[in-house]
C-alpha cells in the first residue's frame, strides 16, 4: 500500500509529496511512519511574484515519538525555497514506525514542490527530483520492507529505488537522460543506474525505478543517492545501512551529520547544495534496470 500525502496553497501550490510503502507481505506489527499532521509551507512572496517555482530536497529521521529531526538540506532550485520548507517539515507530526510492535527509528526523504497555478504551472529552472523512496528488497527487487527502513547487509540481497523527476511540461516529446549513484559515509561512490527516459508532451513527472544488489562489503553508516539528470544535477535522498541494524547507532548518526552540517553553515563553509553533487566519473559497472 502506497501512501501520498500532498499539500496545496490556494493560487500559489506548494505541493509536498511524502512517500510511504508498506508491502502486503508485512505484517500489522511492522509499518513505516504515517504523516498525521503536516504543516503547509510558506510560498516566499518575492519569489511568487518574480514566478519562480522550483523543488526542495531534504533528510532527516523520524524518531520514536514520531517528530522529525536531525534535518538536512540535500537539493534546492532556488536557495529562498529552502528555509520555509525546512520550518514547514520541523513542524510535522506521524505515527511512528513499528517493527515486531515496537517504535522504530527511520529515516526519511522528503520532496517538497512549489509551483504556482496557470499556464506556466510546472516550470522549473531544470529537471530536479520531486520525490525519492529507497527500499529493503527480496532478490527480485521487491520491496520486503518499509521506506527508511534500514538495508541489512547480508541480509537484504537488493535495495529498490524509487524516484519521480520532474521537468518543465513541452508541446513536444523529451527524452532525459538518468543516472543515479550511491556515496558512502567514507565517500565511495557506486554507480546504481544508467538509462534514460521518455517524457510524453505536457507530462511535469516522470517515474524512475530500479533495485541493485547491496554489496557484501558496502560500509555502515547513511548513504546518500545522487541523480544526475540530462547531465545536471538533480538532486538526491538518503538511506542507511548496517550489518547489525539492531545494534548501529543509526540516531546518533544522523544526529552528528545534522549537527556537523549546522556548524559548517553557521561558519559560512557550507552554502545549501545544488541538486546534487557534480558527477564523478562511476567507480562500479552501472545497472540498468
Not at 115 to 127: F, H, S, T, W
Not at 176 to 191: D, T
Not at 254 to 268: C, F, L, P, R
Request: proline content about 10%; charged content about 20%.
Amino acid at each position: 500500500m502506497r501512501r501520498r500525502v500532498t499539500a496545496s496553497l490556494p493560487a500559489l501550490a506548494a505541493g509536498v509529496l511524502f512517500v510511504l510503502a508498506v508491502p502486503a507481505s508485512v505484517t500489522a506489527q511492522t509499518a513505516g511512519a504515517q504523516l498525521q499532521r503536516e504543516q503547509k509551507p510558506q510560498y516566499p512572496e518575492g519569489l511568487s511574484k518574480a514566478g519562480k517555482q522550483g523543488n526542495v530536497l531534504l533528510i532527516g529521521r523520524v524518531d520514536r515519538q514520531g517528530k522529525v529531526q536531525d534535518i538536512q538540506p540535500v537539493a534546492t532550485t532556488n536557495i529562498g525555497f529552502l528555509d520555509p520548507a525546512v520550518a514547514a517539515v520541523k513542524a510535522w507530526q506521524f505515527r511512528p514506525a513499528v517493527r515486531n510492535g515496537k517504535p522504530v527509528d527511520v529515516a526519511v526523504n522528503v520532496g517538497i514542490r512549489y509551483r504556482l497555478d496557470g499556464a506556466k504551472r510546472g516550470e522549473i529552472p531544470r529537471p530536479a527530483l520531486g520525490d525519492l523512496s529507497v527500499f529493503p528488497a527480496d532478490p527480485s527487487g521487491k520491496k520486503s520492507a518499509p521506506e527508511g527502513f534500514p538495508i541489512h547487509r547480508g541480509a537484504d540481497p537488493r535495495l529498490r529505488v524509487e524516484a519521480v523527476v520532474d521537468a518543465t511540461p513541452s508541446d513536444k516529446a523529451q527524452h532525459l537522460a538518468v543516472h543515479a549513484e550511491a556515496l558512502s559515509p567514507s565517500g565511495r561512490r557506486i554507480a546504481l543506474w544508467d538509462g534514460s527516459v521518455n517524457v510524453p508532451p505536457k507530462t511535469a513527472q516522470i517515474p524512475v525505478q530500479f533495485a541493485v544488489p547491496v554489496g557484501g562489503d558496502w560500509e555502515d553508516g547513511v548513504w546518500r543517492v545522487n541523480f544526475t539528470v540530462a547531465g545536471s544535477p538533480a538532486g538526491g535522498g538518503a538511506f542507511w545501512l548496517a550489518g547489525d541494524p539492531d545494534r548501529y547507532d543509526f540516531a546518533s548518526d544522523m544526529a552528528k551529520g545534522a549537527a556537523a552540517a549546522a556548524a559548517a553553515s553557521a561558519a559560512g563553509t557550507a552554502q545549501a547544495p545544488p541538486p546534487a553533487a557534480a558527477r564523478p566519473a562511476p567507480a562500479a559497472t552501472p545497472r540498468r534496470k
